[in-house]
Structure formats: structure tokens, C-alpha cells
């Protein structure tokens, strides 16, 4: 069985406070099984809660094992880790994969700049753990026991992964953090720099990129979508940010062939009154004349839509 569980849903910072008790204010963490095999995905402030239920339970069985997938290294998807219960455990076996970094740092050099002192009182050489540190580019590879792991660059500010988990014919796929691709020419005939042969050729570029996103994610059981923006939130003074806005997610999937389409990375001030909100109008309903979000869904019959929540799991 292929399954995850949300440990953090939020995106930035954590989120703490009365508006968020629902859906939950932690950042980023996932929990993948495989049966009974443990991948994690992102160290946001969701891990010290997974720590603590591992601790609580696996433990009491086996040491613990685990393969972690960062997908980049912004801190609210690495922040947890110095409080990650299994890393002070000797018998604790743990796998950091993660994108190599464009100025030539590597996972465990960043960890470490994370864990000096000045920030941190317990340096990175003084944990207890077995830990193995692992540099990816765009790659698929078998990871054990039938797990097979795909990996594909996304459209975000610092070098970001998107993850797809393959297991006895079942998916799992994160899409976070991540924007559309856009043209980057001016597309206005009457500007001043305006190049027409240039607006086409960024027009074919960001097509084929946002293209081979689709294709990553095609036919997924589970995507996990960054979803942190409305469309009028995102075109007022978001664009750049590196981050996806409902409206395009829900045309981006429309002949995808996805089962459950999964909002993630809830922006920091987003209520649960709004996700819920939110997460009414994206949800399927079915044929018949609509307007705004609803508009989108007409051919989206089949799936899912879903906003991540804190202590949800879903099986793929």
C-alpha cells in the first residue's frame, strides 16, 4: 500500500493561532509508506511532530530508517530539522537526498550553516544518527523493495525538485514549490522593446516547460500541488514569487488523468474560514453552467480535490 500523511501544510512561516487549528499553521512535511517502507519528504516544522510520533511508535519495533526528500532548502521546508527526535537516536538510519544547489553547497553544508551556533545550540557533527547525504539532479532511480523515484526540476527562485513515488503500480507526486512558467518577453506589440520573434519564441519555451510539468504528474493517484494563490492574488504582485495559483492548477490537470488533486503550501495568512471556502469551490461539481473557479471543473469529473490538511492521510 502507497500512502501519505500530512504532518505540515503551510506555506513561508508557521502559522500558529486560533484561524489555523483546522488545517494546521505547521510548514512543511510529508510522510510516505511504502508498506512498511518510511520516506519523508521536506523538514519543515511538521517533522518535530513526526519525530514524536515515530519515536512513539516505530521505534517501539525497530530503529528507525528512513529515506528524506527535500525539495529545496528555503527554511520553512528545512527549519525542523535540529527538533527531528530520530536524529539524536545512534541507532537512527537516515538517507538526506536533495537538489544540488546552484552556488556549488551541498545538503549537508547548508544543514550545517543552519546549525551553527549562531542560530542553533547543537552543531550538525554533534547528532547522534547515522546520517547519509545525497546531491540530485533530474534523474529516476529504484529506491528499494519496488519504491522507484522520479525526480523533475520546477519553475521556483532557489533550485527546487518536484518528487514522484512509484509502488506496486501506485503514484504519489508533490509539485510544490512551484509557478507556471510565463513568457518572459514583452508580448505587447506597442511596447518599445517589444521583439516578435522573441514574445513567440518565450511563448513556445514556457508552453513545452509547463508541458513537461504535465507530463511529470500525468495519471498520478495522489498530486500534491503547491496551491497558494487565488488568481487575483497571484497577479497582484505575486508573479515571481515562485508559487501556483488554484485557477491554473485546475486547467493544468484538466486531461491529466488525476485521481486526487491535493492543494499544499496554504499561504501563511490564509484562514481555515478561507481554505474552506477555498476548497467548496474547487471541488467537483459536475455538469452544468458555472462561473469563476467552478467554471474550470467542467471535465475534471473524476477528480478529487482536496485541501491538505494536518493528520490527514490519503491512499493512493
Not at 512513539?56 to 535540529?82: L, M, N, Q, S, Y
Not at 547522534?128 to 540530485?136: G, M, P, V
Not at 520573434?197 to 510539468?213: D, L, P, Q, S
Amino acid at each position: 500500500m502507497l500512502s501519505v500523511r500530512f504532518w505540515g501544510v503551510r506555506g513561508s512561516i508557521p502559522a500558529p493561532g486560533p484561524s489555523t487549528v483546522m488545517f494546521g499553521g505547521n510548514t512543511a512535511c510529508l510522510e510516505i509508506r511504502a508498506d512498511e517502507r518510511l520516506v519523508i519528504v521536506d523538514l519543515g516544522t511538521g517533522v518535530h511532530l513526526l519525530g514524536n510520533y515515530l519515536m512513539a511508535h516505530d521505534f517501539k519495533k525497530a530503529p528507525i530508517d528512513a529515506d528524506i526528500f527535500v525539495t529545496h532548502t528555503h527554511w520553512d521546508h528545512i527549519i525542523g530539522f535540529p527538533l527531528f527526535s530520530p536524529v539524536f537516536i545512534p541507532s537512527s538510519t537516515l538517507r538526506m537526498w536533495g537538489p544540488i544547489s546552484t552556488t556549488g553547497e551541498t545538503l549537508e553544508s547548508i544543514l550545517k550553516t543552519q546549525m551553527d551556533h549562531n542560530f542553533w545550540p547543537i552543531r550538525l557533527s554533534e547528532l547522534s544518527a547515522h546520517i547519509e547525504y545525497k546531491q540530485l539532479r533530474e534523474t529516476t532511480f529504484d529506491l528499494g523493495d519496488g519504491l522507484v523515484v522520479k525526480t523533475k526540476y520546477l519553475n521556483h527562485p532557489a533550485l527546487c525538485l518536484g518528487y514522484r513515488f512509484e509502488y506496486k503500480g501506485k503514484s504519489i507526486v508533490t509539485v510544490y514549490d512551484h509557478e507556471p512558467f510565463m513568457n518572459l518577453f514583452p508580448t505587447d506589440v506597442n511596447a518599445s522593446d517589444y521583439d516578435e520573434a522573441a514574445a513567440e519564441e518565450g511563448e513556445r519555451v514556457a508552453k513545452e516547460a509547463n508541458e513537461k510539468i504535465a507530463a511529470f504528474f500525468k495519471n498520478a493517484d495522489v498530486l500534491i500541488h503547491d496551491g497558494q494563490y487565488t488568481e487575483a492574488e497571484y497577479h497582484n504582485g505575486k508573479h515571481g514569487w515562485g508559487h501556483s495559483f488554484y485557477e491554473y492548477v485546475l486547467a493544468s490537470i484538466r486531461d491529466a488523468g488525476i485521481k486526487k488533486l491535493v492543494f499544499f503550501h496554504h499561504d501563511t495568512d490564509r484562514s481555515d474560514e478561507e481554505l474552506i471556502r477555498l476548497e467548496k469551490e474547487c471541488q467537483i461539481k459536475g455538469d452544468g453552467p458555472s462561473t469563476g473557479l467552478l467554471s474550470k471543473l467542467n471535465r475534471l469529473k473524476r477528480t478529487a480535490v482536496i485541501m491538505a490538511k494536518e493528520g490527514m492521510t490519503i491512499t493512493a
